[in-house]
């Protein structure tokens, strides 16, 4: 199972950072990627990182978002930078046991998503 955390409600411009964790399995050992749905949308691709750390971004959160992964606790991090209310959304995890990228499809296992509101 995987479970998103770190959500909440900040003003134009702050910052979240949202984390990752799972059990029954390793992330550091699977391309784990997020998303985010906003209201009316369709599931769309943020960042994801593989297992051997190479990173891929949305052109919408290049230079704001940054993805990680924290071997040691096990977790695969989004620090959001610079958030807009265009980025609001509820955003999910995701782990993928192929190459990842950006099509949903691509990924096995979702977490339940945790709730991103930016106010203007």
């Known amino acids: 199972q995987l479970q998103a955390s770190g959500g909440g409600s900040v003003q134009a411009g702050g910052s979240l950072r949202l984390s990752c964790t799972a059990s029954g399995l390793t992330l550091s050992s699977y391309v784990v990627g997020w998303f985010r749905r906003a209201p009316g949308k369709e599931r769309q691709f943020v960042a994801d990182?593989?297992?051997?750390?190479?990173?891929s971004y949305a052109d919408s959160v290049k230079g704001r978002f940054i993805i990680s992964k924290d071997a040691y606790e096990d977790t695969v991090d989004l620090q959001m930078n610079a958030l807009s209310p265009a980025d609001t959304a509820v955003y999910y995890c995701?782990?993928?046991?192929?190459?990842?990228?950006?099509?949903?499809?691509?990924?096995?296992?979702w977490g339940p998503g945790t709730q991103v509101t930016v106010s203007s």
């Open positions: 995701a782990v993928s046991y192929g190459r990842g990228g950006d099509s949903p499809s691509s990924y096995k296992y």
């Open positions: 990182i593989g297992w051997s750390g190479e990173l």
